[in-house]
Protein backbone atom coordinates (compact mmCIF):
# COMPACT_ATOMS: atom_id res chain seq x y z
CA UNK A 1 0.00 0.00 0.00
CA UNK A 2 1.62 3.23 -0.69
CA UNK A 3 1.02 6.86 -0.34
CA UNK A 4 -1.79 8.59 -2.38
CA UNK A 5 -1.31 12.17 -3.41
CA UNK A 6 -3.61 13.50 -1.13
CA UNK A 7 -4.21 13.00 2.49
CA UNK A 8 -6.43 15.97 3.50
CA UNK A 9 -8.05 19.07 6.27
CA UNK A 10 -10.38 23.17 8.00
CA UNK A 11 -10.30 24.84 11.30
CA UNK A 12 -11.05 23.08 14.46
CA UNK A 13 -14.53 22.17 15.57
CA UNK A 14 -15.48 24.86 18.35
CA UNK A 15 -15.67 21.75 20.99
CA UNK A 16 -12.39 22.23 20.67
CA UNK A 17 -11.56 25.56 20.96
CA UNK A 18 -13.34 25.63 23.80
CA UNK A 19 -11.42 22.53 25.55
CA UNK A 20 -8.48 24.43 24.52
CA UNK A 21 -9.05 27.52 26.35
CA UNK A 22 -10.74 25.91 29.49
CA UNK A 23 -13.72 27.26 28.73
CA UNK A 24 -16.35 24.18 28.30
CA UNK A 25 -18.21 22.81 31.66
CA UNK A 26 -17.04 19.42 30.68
CA UNK A 27 -13.46 20.33 29.82
CA UNK A 28 -11.42 19.45 32.67
CA UNK A 29 -7.51 20.41 32.96
CA UNK A 30 -6.99 17.06 31.61
CA UNK A 31 -8.88 17.73 28.08
CA UNK A 32 -6.91 21.37 27.36
CA UNK A 33 -3.73 19.06 28.29
CA UNK A 34 -4.51 16.34 25.32
CA UNK A 35 -5.89 19.11 23.24
CA UNK A 36 -2.31 20.81 23.60
CA UNK A 37 -0.51 17.91 23.07
CA UNK A 38 -2.59 16.96 19.94
CA UNK A 39 -0.94 20.28 18.49
CA UNK A 40 2.31 18.32 18.20
CA UNK A 41 0.73 15.98 16.13
CA UNK A 42 1.03 16.95 12.14
CA UNK A 43 -0.88 15.48 9.02
CA UNK A 44 2.84 14.11 7.06
CA UNK A 45 1.76 15.49 4.17
CA UNK A 46 0.61 19.39 4.58
CA UNK A 47 2.53 19.44 7.75
CA UNK A 48 0.32 21.57 9.50
CA UNK A 49 -1.12 20.39 13.16
CA UNK A 50 -4.82 18.37 13.19
CA UNK A 51 -5.95 20.71 15.75
CA UNK A 52 -5.33 23.74 13.21
CA UNK A 53 -6.70 21.05 10.06
CA UNK A 54 -9.83 20.59 11.94
CA UNK A 55 -9.21 16.96 11.95
CA UNK A 56 -10.15 16.61 15.65
CA UNK A 57 -13.82 16.25 16.56
CA UNK A 58 -13.81 16.13 20.06
CA UNK A 59 -11.25 15.01 23.06
CA UNK A 60 -12.32 14.37 26.71
CA UNK A 61 -10.98 13.09 29.21
CA UNK A 62 -13.12 10.55 31.96
CA UNK A 63 -11.16 8.41 34.70
CA UNK A 64 -7.69 9.17 33.48
CA UNK A 65 -8.80 7.98 29.72
CA UNK A 66 -8.50 10.22 26.70
CA UNK A 67 -11.24 9.87 24.65
CA UNK A 68 -10.28 11.28 21.13
CA UNK A 69 -12.26 11.53 17.41
CA UNK A 70 -10.89 12.02 14.62
CA UNK A 71 -12.06 12.78 11.32
CA UNK A 72 -10.49 13.46 7.87
CA UNK A 73 -11.52 15.33 4.18
CA UNK A 74 -13.09 12.39 2.56
CA UNK A 75 -14.00 9.10 3.11
CA UNK A 76 -10.89 7.57 1.26
CA UNK A 77 -7.81 9.77 2.18
CA UNK A 78 -4.74 8.04 2.46
CA UNK A 79 -4.40 5.04 4.72
CA UNK A 80 -0.86 5.23 5.19
CA UNK A 81 -1.23 8.59 6.24
CA UNK A 82 -4.18 8.20 8.34
CA UNK A 83 -2.88 5.60 10.38
CA UNK A 84 0.14 7.90 10.88
CA UNK A 85 -1.64 10.66 12.46
CA UNK A 86 -3.55 8.02 14.78
CA UNK A 87 -0.91 6.63 16.00
CA UNK A 88 0.61 9.79 16.57
CA UNK A 89 -2.26 11.00 18.85
CA UNK A 90 -2.22 8.00 20.52
CA UNK A 91 1.37 8.29 21.55
CA UNK A 92 0.97 12.27 22.16
CA UNK A 93 -2.03 11.60 23.95
CA UNK A 94 -0.60 8.89 26.57
CA UNK A 95 1.94 11.42 27.03
CA UNK A 96 0.04 13.86 29.15
CA UNK A 97 0.62 13.51 32.81
CA UNK A 98 -2.50 11.98 34.20
CA UNK A 99 -3.96 10.17 31.43
CA UNK A 100 -3.29 6.57 31.72
CA UNK A 101 -5.32 5.02 28.83
CA UNK A 102 -6.23 6.67 25.15
CA UNK A 103 -9.30 5.81 22.83
CA UNK A 104 -8.33 7.25 19.72
CA UNK A 105 -10.48 6.54 16.70
CA UNK A 106 -10.49 7.70 13.61
CA UNK A 107 -14.09 7.99 12.17
CA UNK A 108 -16.30 8.16 8.60
CA UNK A 109 -13.22 6.47 6.98
CA UNK A 110 -13.29 3.31 4.73
CA UNK A 111 -10.26 1.67 6.61
CA UNK A 112 -10.96 2.85 9.69
CA UNK A 113 -11.67 -0.60 11.80
CA UNK A 114 -7.91 -1.59 10.52
CA UNK A 115 -6.34 1.94 11.36
CA UNK A 116 -8.45 2.14 15.11
CA UNK A 117 -7.69 -1.69 15.82
CA UNK A 118 -4.04 -1.54 14.46
CA UNK A 119 -2.92 1.35 16.65
CA UNK A 120 -5.05 0.10 19.30
CA UNK A 121 -2.68 -3.14 19.39
CA UNK A 122 0.48 -1.64 19.12
CA UNK A 123 1.38 -4.09 16.26
CA UNK A 124 2.35 -1.66 13.19
CA UNK A 125 1.19 -0.54 9.94
CA UNK A 126 2.10 -3.63 8.38
CA UNK A 127 0.40 -5.74 10.74
CA UNK A 128 -2.89 -3.72 10.49
CA UNK A 129 -2.81 -4.36 6.73
CA UNK A 130 -1.71 -7.68 6.53
CA UNK A 131 -0.67 -8.85 2.59
CA UNK A 132 -1.75 -5.22 1.68
CA UNK A 133 0.69 -3.22 3.41
CA UNK A 134 4.45 -3.27 1.93
CA UNK A 135 6.01 -2.27 5.67
CA UNK A 136 6.02 0.31 8.24
CA UNK A 137 5.85 3.62 7.83
CA UNK A 138 8.98 5.27 9.10
CA UNK A 139 10.19 5.85 5.62
CA UNK A 140 7.20 7.48 3.97
CA UNK A 141 7.37 9.84 7.40
CA UNK A 142 11.15 11.14 6.25
CA UNK A 143 10.58 11.24 2.67
CA UNK A 144 7.69 13.99 3.71
CA UNK A 145 9.83 15.65 6.77
CA UNK A 146 12.03 15.86 4.12
CA UNK A 147 9.84 17.68 1.71
CA UNK A 148 8.36 20.16 4.42
CA UNK A 149 11.84 21.10 5.11
CA UNK A 150 12.75 21.71 1.66
CA UNK A 151 9.46 24.08 1.69
CA UNK A 152 10.13 25.87 4.44
CA UNK A 153 13.56 26.59 3.22
CA UNK A 154 12.46 28.13 0.18
CA UNK A 155 10.07 29.91 1.32
CA UNK A 156 12.61 32.07 3.69
CA UNK A 157 15.20 32.24 1.49
CA UNK A 158 12.60 33.19 -1.70
CA UNK A 159 11.86 36.59 0.72
CA UNK A 160 15.81 37.30 2.10
CA UNK A 161 16.24 36.89 -1.70
CA UNK A 162 14.06 39.53 -2.29
CA UNK A 163 14.99 41.47 0.52
CA UNK A 164 19.21 41.34 -1.27
CA UNK A 165 20.41 38.96 1.33
CA UNK A 166 23.53 36.76 0.31
CA UNK A 167 21.94 33.38 0.44
CA UNK A 168 25.29 31.51 -0.03
CA UNK A 169 26.02 33.09 3.30
CA UNK A 170 23.25 33.44 5.57
CA UNK A 171 23.44 31.52 8.78
CA UNK A 172 20.61 30.05 10.93
CA UNK A 173 21.34 32.28 13.31
CA UNK A 174 20.26 35.46 10.98
CA UNK A 175 16.92 34.62 11.52
CA UNK A 176 14.39 35.84 13.74
CA UNK A 177 10.99 35.27 14.76
CA UNK A 178 8.80 32.68 13.77
CA UNK A 179 11.00 32.05 10.56
CA UNK A 180 14.00 30.57 12.65
CA UNK A 181 11.38 28.78 14.91
CA UNK A 182 9.63 26.79 12.27
CA UNK A 183 13.20 25.90 10.46
CA UNK A 184 14.62 24.50 13.56
CA UNK A 185 11.80 22.73 14.52
CA UNK A 186 11.85 20.84 11.23
CA UNK A 187 15.87 20.37 11.03
CA UNK A 188 15.41 18.76 14.60
CA UNK A 189 13.34 16.23 13.60
CA UNK A 190 15.64 15.11 10.56
CA UNK A 191 18.84 15.64 13.03
CA UNK A 192 20.26 18.48 11.32
CA UNK A 193 22.19 21.48 12.52
CA UNK A 194 20.37 23.45 14.38
CA UNK A 195 23.05 25.80 16.14
CA UNK A 196 23.10 29.49 15.03
CA UNK A 197 26.56 29.10 12.74
CA UNK A 198 24.29 26.44 10.48
CA UNK A 199 24.44 27.59 7.16
CA UNK A 200 20.65 28.84 6.60
CA UNK A 201 20.43 26.20 3.46
CA UNK A 202 21.36 22.57 3.26
CA UNK A 203 20.77 19.29 1.51
CA UNK A 204 18.93 16.39 2.99
CA UNK A 205 21.61 15.09 4.38
CA UNK A 206 22.97 18.50 6.74
CA UNK A 207 25.82 20.06 4.19
CA UNK A 208 25.67 23.08 2.54
CA UNK A 209 23.68 23.39 -0.62
CA UNK A 210 27.19 24.44 -3.36
CA UNK A 211 26.19 28.04 -4.76
CA UNK A 212 26.35 27.15 -8.28
CA UNK A 213 23.47 24.55 -7.63
CA UNK A 214 21.47 26.90 -5.74
CA UNK A 215 19.15 27.97 -8.41
CA UNK A 216 18.15 24.58 -9.07
CA UNK A 217 17.52 23.05 -5.37
CA UNK A 218 15.23 26.41 -5.08
CA UNK A 219 13.38 25.70 -7.86
CA UNK A 220 12.55 22.13 -7.26
CA UNK A 221 11.52 23.17 -3.31
CA UNK A 222 9.52 25.79 -4.94
CA UNK A 223 7.49 23.72 -6.62
CA UNK A 224 7.37 21.53 -3.50
CA UNK A 225 5.91 24.01 -1.69
CA UNK A 226 3.48 25.08 -3.67
CA UNK A 227 2.24 21.34 -3.61
CA UNK A 228 1.78 21.59 -0.17
CA UNK A 229 0.25 24.89 0.03
CA UNK A 230 -2.38 23.72 -2.89
CA UNK A 231 -2.69 20.49 -1.10
CA UNK A 232 -3.95 22.08 2.49
CA UNK A 233 -6.22 24.22 0.95
CA UNK A 234 -7.95 21.92 -1.20
CA UNK A 235 -8.14 19.83 1.90
CA UNK A 236 -9.77 22.29 3.92
CA UNK A 237 -11.93 22.98 1.12
CA UNK A 238 -13.09 19.78 1.38
CA UNK A 239 -13.56 19.08 5.13
CA UNK A 240 -15.77 22.40 4.97
CA UNK A 241 -17.79 20.81 2.80
CA UNK A 242 -18.39 17.22 4.43
CA UNK A 243 -18.57 18.75 7.75
CA UNK A 244 -19.84 22.24 7.04
CA UNK A 245 -17.84 23.94 9.45
Known sequence: MSASPTSCAARPPAGADAARAG?????????????????????????????????????????????????LPTYFCAPNFAYLMVADAYEAARAVPGV???????????????????????????????????????????????????????????RLAHDGADLTRARLGDLRGDDGVRLRRRRARLGLPVDDDAPLLVDDDGAPIPPESLPLKLR??????????GNSGFCRGLLSTRYGD
Open 220 to 229: LARTTRISIE
Open 100 to 158: DAVDVRLEDHFAAEEINGGVAAGDGFAAAFDGLADGELQELRLTFWRKAHAAEQERIAS
Open 23 to 71: GSPSAGPGTAAVLRALDAVVDPELDEPVTDLGFVSSVRVEGGTARIRLR
